[in-house]
């Protein structure tokens, strides 16, 4: 069997079970047959097999399938990759939607974008997993000639569909991120270089709106009314992890949220118009109000 057959098996049966919460193997088994007759490849799927196929899971995914005796179900204990996971199985779902039909473009309408930098994931995350010093050449769009540095890579951060290196420079030790559709090219050099002690990324941007983290400030508690229309949508589609609903009912949906207020928060704020309201902090409700203004007199001047 090939490989991508046993990846197909594994991520199903892990889907099946979180989505279901529980399952039975005949549930498990007869769900992997009706996903793989969209492959014209039907599996099928023995309690030897299944039972190999949890022992692997764990090893390669870190997801723990237990057994309920009292129930007679399957069950994820522990999943310590939700994240990845969770992408994998989505990327699964498309590419096997691609390969339903040949015409695809027909029934499937893709953005028109630029390369987000992705061909770079090889070689940045040998770099980074083997601390190897890069130097990197990026083209910033505020100037018009690229610049060379080192850096010393730590992790890829996704933020609003773009990738990011996430590196400290080995100049100034400054922590930076670079856009990933902006690399043009970067080299192993024959540096190596200590992973900080203690540096845990996911927490250094936990109370971030995208990349922008600010040296000398501090998380603030914010508060964000929206309509009842565009409040479905912030439900289903959270603006941050930190979000808690304070209020909801036919005339608002109200949240609050623990971020930094930077560039990139303003942005999207900004985006949902007429919709939403800043109601706390006072300083952030007055710089949306500001930039709304300001916006207003460029079509007064018209």
Known sequence: MAKQDYIFRHLTIIKKIRTSKEATFTEIREYLKRESEFLERPYSLSIRTFERDRN????????????????????????QQSDLNNRMLESMDMINSLKMVSDIGRFMIFEKRKAMG?????????????RIVIKLVHQKFEYDEPT??????????????RWY????????????TFGLDRILSFDNTPGRFDYPRNLDVNEIFCDCFGIINPDNSKPEYIILSFNPDQGKYVKTYPLHESQKIIKDNSKELKIGLHLYITH??????LSHGDSMEVI??????????????????LYKKS
Do not use: C, W
Not at 118 to 130: C, Q, R
Not at 148 to 161: D, N, Q, T, W, Y
Not at 264 to 269: A, G, I, V, Y
């Open 264 to 269: 990139d928060l303003m942005m999207e704020l």
């Open 56 to 79: 692997e899971i764990n090893t390669l995914y870190n997801v723990d399938i237990q057994f309920d005796f009292s129930k007679k179900v399957y069950y994820i204990a522990n999943d």
């Open 165 to 176: 290196l996430v590196a400290k420079v080995s100049s100034d030790k400054k922590l930076k």
């Open 280 to 297: 706390e902090p006072k300083r952030l409700r007055e710089a949306i109000n500001a930039t709304n203004r300001n916006t207003l007199q």
């Open 148 to 161: 060379e540095r080192l850096v010393e890579p730590l992790a890829l951060k996704e933020s609003r569909g």
């Open 118 to 130: 992705t061909h770079h994931f090889h070689g940045l995350i040998h770099a980074i997993k083997n």
